[in-house]
């Protein structure tokens, strides 16, 4: 079984940036990928970025140049930096491991706000 713990959600105005983590229970070596997906009000969670055991990297076209995925093996932790946000960027935002099955976190919440 995959626990995963997120954090460093909040209130930022527009550009502004935050950084998420999300810390796995196990080493993250063993699991296929880990990504983040993201929930507005309203609508489906969708796709944001994804990074797999190997170190590759996949991210929605919304975000490409503003947000960056990573990973620390040695911490079991998953990031993801925010950086030129936008008020489109509020949604909460859950962590996914992809090992046999997928595992989310509980989700945090990100808002963009003036």
């Known amino acids: 079984q995959v626990q995963l713990v997120e954090s460093g959600g909040g209130l930022v105005q527009p550009g502004g940036s935050l950084r998420l983590s999300c810390a796995a229970s196990?080493?993250?070596?063993?699991?296929?990928?880990m990504d983040w997906y993201r929930q507005a009000p309203g609508k489906q969670r969708e796709f944001v970025a994804a990074?797999?055991?190997?170190?590759?990297?996949n991210y929605a076209d919304a975000v490409k140049g503003r947000f960056t995925i990573s990973r620390d093996n040695a911490k079991n932790t998953v990031y993801l930096q925010m950086n030129s946000l936008k008020p489109e960027n509020t949604d909460v935002y859950y962590c996914?491991?992809?090992?046999?099955?997928?595992?989310w976190g509980q989700g945090i919440q990100v808002t963009v706000s003036s």
């Open positions: 996914n491991a992809v090992h046999y099955s997928n595992y």
């Open positions: 196990g080493s993250i070596l063993s699991i296929n990928a």
């Open positions: 990074i797999t055991s190997g170190g590759t990297t």
